[in-house]
C-alpha cells in the first residue's frame, strides 16, 4: 500500500512540475498584437530579395467557383516571371521589369506586350504581384480586422478611397509571409493560395531574358 501510494505521489509531482513548465512557456510566448504583424509583415519590403512560389487561383461569384488556374511566380528584384500551369506543364509565360510585360507562348513566341500598370488592371487579384510593396498597400487601406487563428494571422484590409473591396493576408505563423491572399469586390472572389515557396533564395537571372 505505502508504495502504491508513493507511486501516487510521484505521478502527481510529475504532473505538477509538467503543468508549470507549460505555464511558464505560455507566460514567455507574447501574444501577437495587430501592430506586431503589421510591422513584421511591412519588414518584408526591404528583405525580399527573390521568391519563388506556386500558386494556385480560384475565382468564384457569390460563392459559386467560376474558375481555377495555376501559376508559378519567380521575382527577382524588380523582374518577374509569371508562368501559367496546366497538369504542371507551362502552357504560356510572361516576363516584367513592372514597366512592360511582354507575354510569350510555351515556345517562346512573342504574344504580345503591353505597360505593367495596364496589365494589372486586368486582374483580379492584383496583390499577387506587389510582394515587398506592403507598406504602400497598408498606405492606402484601413486594416478592418486582424485575426489570430491556427492557419496563421489574418489581415483584413478595405480602401481608403475609391473602389469599395476587401482585401485580405493570411500571414504565416513563422515569418508573417502571406500564404494566402484574398480579394473580394462586388460578388466576385478572387482566393490565392502560395505553394512550395522560398523566400530569398537562388534565382538564375537567365530566366528572365
Known sequence: MLKKSRHILTYLIVMLLSITVFANENKSKPQITK?????KFIEWDKQLNTLDTFYEQETSFEGTLISKTFGHLIKLGQNIRLETLEE?????????DKEIIHIFSEKGNMIMQMPWESWQKSQQNKALFDFGNYEKILENHKIENFEISENGYLLVLTPK???IYTLSFLLNKHNFFPKEINLSNEGVTSKTTLQKTKINKNVSKEIFK
Open 161 to 163: 478611397e475609391g473602389e
Open 88 to 96: 504542371g506543364k507551362i502552357t504560356q509565360y510572361a516576363l516584367t
Open 35 to 39: 501592430e506586431t504583424a503589421v510591422k
